[in-house]
Nanobody
Framework: QVQLVESGGGLVQPGGSLRLSCAAS????????MAWFRQAPGKEREFVAA????????YYGSSVKGRFTISRDNAKNTAYLQMNGLKPEDASRYYC??????????????????WGQGTQVTVSS
């Protein structure tokens, strides 16, 4: 079992930046594909980004590509989401997720079997 704890959310103005962190309790962090999803009230959970075990494969959702960057530091058991050029529509609760098996579809939230509690991102002037 792995526990995930997100941090780094907050209030930012449009055009601003935030970096989210996801600390994992896993003994072997490299056993997990890591991802970020987000969900706003009344909306479905949306895929944001995913990164493979050693960071060699990365995927982004179309709405964040070119603005967000996912990364991981396996020595620190931590995944990150750098968010630049934030827009009001990026406001959401952001969740870190881990998959213990290779996802058939990396953007499918059903492929991830461990989830954090989420961190809130608000984008407003």
């Amino acid at each position: 079992q792995v526990q995930l704890v997100e941090s780094g959310g907050g209030l930012v103005q449009p055009g601003g930046s935030l970096r989210l962190s996801c600390a994992a309790s896993a003994h072997t962090f490299t056993n997990y594909v890591m991802a970020w999803f987000r969900q706003a009230p009344g909306k479905e959970r949306e895929f944001v980004a995913a990164i493979s075990w050693y960071g060699t494969t990365i995927y982004y959702g179309s709405s964040v590509k070119g603005r967000f960057t996912i990364s991981r530091d396996n020595a620190k058991n931590t995944a990150y989401l750098q968010m630049n050029g934030l827009k009001p529509e990026d406001a959401s609760r952001y969740y870190c997720a881990a998959a213990s098996r290779s996802p058939g579809s990396w953007s499918d939230y059903g492929a991830y079997d461990h989830w954090g509690q989420g961190t809130q991102v608000t984008v407003s002037s």
